[in-house]
């Protein structure tokens, strides 16, 4: 079973291999070859880009409107732009909020750790889509936040959060901190406290010791944990159309709105094809470059 | 540590989890407020917990949701175990670096860009191959895709931690490498199992978007209605709901960590026990005398 070569290994690769093949990777060329077909009114709404004529040879129809409409239209230009901003101001966010948070677990005992860790994974097991909705109890115009502070007459107007974008940041980064927490852990945990020790025993001060040695020793961590929270936040839907103004620029959203409202698979296409070619393949290459610089 | 660090500690701490759990405490509270209102307290009330039972588009919803989870968490942890495996076990094969891929990638991937793609695959079959309809169906394959991500993940990194010199002294003892794996492996790696299978159907239990690209127009998860009840607001009905959704899955993570905890300090202990008694044995046996376990009381 375990010696390289062994035909039999087969039978534990091949299943995984091939459903992911089948039901992650082929769909990819499938969204590429309609991102080439044109919009129609009828099921499926989309032109065929292969077809066979009456003499048995293939015809190839490739249409480039909707990657004209991406460069010309200026709504998808600005919702790329708005989109990563967004999702980098809330990574960045997430990681100052996580960074002490996974760095105090760390420095627990083991008993209280595990402890610890639960309560942060927990609200990851219990429903994405309903701890956004409940963000919206607190910060909505007359929900809690707004009711206690009138109250108190902190503020004599209720504050608008909800709807904004100030209403987006919140939910990503309350929605994405645990992605953050635990690779963060995961690092600092193993981190050697004798080397700690070590640069205090030679003179720095705590903050010099954070700086110079815990710092770059934890940046595997803080790589990991910001791709968990950038990309899937970058492409958000929930958040945006639930705590969002209507009509934001979230792309994850106009992506949505396209195929829903618009009934253009077409362009939904290409959306989805620049997301891959602008964000994912290039983290993916740079993972995989970094990746063998750590091995040689 | 200084005083003043702990007191850092602490404060980061509350920071945390405040702001982890204040919005589901919040709406926990909520769904027993009278009034339909958030900004008006109208006493404590059960009345949408009540109302909550007879809408049956509701609970018609949650039994397919159900369903969908079971079959995706049962299906992916099988996948994800043998994904897994594969990436461990097998140092080099043909189509490694595109498996390694195709599991990490799904965990990153923005949900839409997942359900458009998967969409858009279903329908071509359906033209070219007549199958499959939309509907329970492709829900279950697309949530399976996701879910293997999860399994391979945590199943992985617990069988890079299982010590492989059990297995090889079974193999020296006689046993099949197969046999080997079953009987010595796959119990030390069950809890990473049993957990990914949990998690898989929490997973499955909450998607929303994914779903509503790949269920066609006729089917309705609960994600799916819960969506379309709340987007234009809160809804008191869904706040009981929610809360009773909360409350079921926060006692199963609980009870299920529990206890697989208890488990494993079982299963350390025999262990310990196991040493200790060799130990006895090997010592006893150095000074010409029966191992302590089977001297006779004198």
């Known amino acids: 079973m375990k010696r390289s070569g062994n035909p039999w290994r087969w039978l534990i690769i091949l299943p995984p291999l091939l459903f992911l093949l089948i039901f992650f990777l082929v769909p990819f060329f499938y969204t590429l070859k309609i991102s080439f077909a044109d919009s129609v009114i009828r099921i499926p709404p989309f032109t065929d880009v292969l077809t066979r004529t009456a003499t048995h040879h293939l015809h190839l129809s490739l249409s480039l409107a909707s990657y004209r409409r991406l460069f010309t239209d200026h709504l998808y230009g600005l919702a790329y732009l708005f989109s990563l901003r967004l999702a980098l101001c809330s990574t960045l966010i997430c990681l100052l909020l996580g960074y002490p948070i996974a760095y105090a677990i760390a420095r627990s005992r083991r008993s209280t750790q595990n402890i610890l860790l639960l309560v942060i994974i927990l609200p990851f097991w219990t429903s994405f889509l309903l701890r956004v909705y409940a963000l919206e109890a607190i910060i909505a115009n007359g929900g809690l936040l707004n009711t206690v502070l009138l109250r108190l007459g902190v503020i004599s107007h209720p504050l608008v959060i909800m709807y904004t974008n100030l209403a987006m940041y919140i939910g990503i980064v309350y929605s994405y901190l645990p992605f953050m927490v635990l690779p963060l852990f995961a690092t600092l945990e193993k981190l050697d406290p004798s080397l700690l020790e070590a640069a205090a025993d030679l003179g720095s001060p705590p903050w010099r010791v954070f700086l110079d040695v815990t710092l770059p020793l934890s940046v595997p961590g803080i790589v990991a944990g910001s791709m968990l929270v950038f990309i899937p936040a970058v492409g958000e839907f929930v958040i945006p159309s639930l705590l969002g103004a209507p009509g934001n620029l979230m792309i994850g959203r106009v992506l949505w709105d396209e195929f829903f409202s618009n009934h253009d698979w077409p362009t939904a296409s290409v959306v989805a094809i620049a997301f891959l070619v602008l964000l994912v393949g290039p983290i993916a290459i740079y993972q995989h470059i970094s990746g063998r610089q750590l091995e040689s | ?298």
Request: aromatic share 8%; proline share 5%.
């Open chain 2, 1 to 298: 540590m200084s005083g003043g660090n702990s007191a850092f500690r602490i404060t980061a701490l509350c920071i945390g989890i405040a702001v982890l759990y204040l919005p589901i405490l919040v709406l926990i509270g909520y769904s027993f407020n009278a009034s339909p209102l958030v900004s008006v307290w109208g006493g404590f009330s059960t009345v949408w917990y009540a109302e909550l039972v007879r809408q049956k588009s509701l609970l018609d919803a949650a039994l397919l949701s159900l369903e969908v989870a079971f079959a995706a968490s049962s299906a992916a942890v099988v996948l994800g175990t043998l994904a897994a495996i594969s990436l461990v076990r097998f140092a080099r094969f043909p189509g490694r670096f595109l498996l390694t891929g195709m599991v990490t990638a799904p965990l990153v991937m923005p949900e839409v860009i997942t359900g458009i793609t998967q969409l858009l695959l279903f329908v071509s079959l359906l033209q070219t191959f007549s199958w499959p309809h939309r509907g329970f169906l492709t829900i279950v394959l697309s949530h399976v895709t996701f879910c293997i991500a999860y399994v391979t993940v945590t199943v992985r990194s617990r069988l890079q931690g299982a010590d492989r010199s059990l297995e090889e002294a079974a193999q020296d003892l006689g046993a099949g490498p197969t046999r080997a794996f079953i009987e010595i492996t796959l119990p030390l790696i069950a809890p990473a199992i049993l957990a990914s299978w949990l998690l898989s159907f929490t997973l499955s239990l909450d998607d929303l978007v994914i779903s509503s690209f790949v269920a066609g127009p006729a089917t309705n998860t609960l994600p799916m209605l819960i969506y379309s009840k709340v987007r234009l607001g809160i809804s008191p009905v869904i706040n009981a709901l929610a809360s009773l959704i909360i409350a079921i899955i926060g006692t199963c993570v609980i009870a299920a960590g529990w206890l697989m905890r208890r488990a494993e300090q079982r299963r350390e202990l025999e262990m310990r026990e196991a040493e200790r008694a060799n130990a006895a044995t090997a010592l006893s046996g150095a000074r010409d005398r029966p191992p302590l376990a089977f001297r006779s009381p004198s």
